[in-house]
């Protein structure tokens, strides 16, 4: 019989508030991902001077926010990978993260920044993605 790779193994025993605190810890670290590649268009409204900033100065304030995403992304996918005894394989946690990703994204576009209408099409694309989740989990 042949092994299944860790990486492809289903959830089992597992601690359910570490799979919640990653959730948890994703969303957090997707707000500041967000602002970290969008923030500097929302500047460009509040800041209309920021526009003659050199870019290098804007991509050093994106880092900035960045360090913070990544204090937040790193330790809730060591906290949720089964490698470090987590609830969700490495599949899992992916698919998880791009959700979240797109959610936060979403929210954040359609309240703060007031760019964008939510439309018919987003709600399916949202669908194939909860569907996307479902089949990560899927034994």
Not at 12 to 35: C, Q
Not at 45 to 73: N, Q, R, T
Not at 110 to 124: A, S, Y
């Amino acid at each position: 019989m042949r092994e299944i790779p860790l990486l492809l193994q289903p959830v089992t025993n597992h601690n359910p508030m570490k799979g919640i605190y990653t959730i948890l810890l994703l969303i957090v670290s997707n707000v500041f991902m967000t602002f970290a590649w969008y923030g500097q268009l929302k500047l460009l409204e509040i800041v209309p001077s920021s526009k003659d900033w050199p870019l290098f100065l804007v991509i050093l304030m994106s880092w900035g926010v960045a360090l913070f995403e990544y204090s937040f992304m790193i330790p809730a996918n060591r906290m949720g990978a089964m490698q470090n005894g987590g609830p969700f394989n490495l599949i899992q946690l992916k698919v998880i993260q791009e959700a979240v990703s797109l959610t936060v994204f979403t929210v954040i576009v359609i309240t703060v920044f007031k760019t964008e209408t939510f439309r018919w099409n987003h709600i399916v694309a949202f669908l194939l993605i909860v569907l996307a989740v479902f089949f990560a989990f899927k034994k």
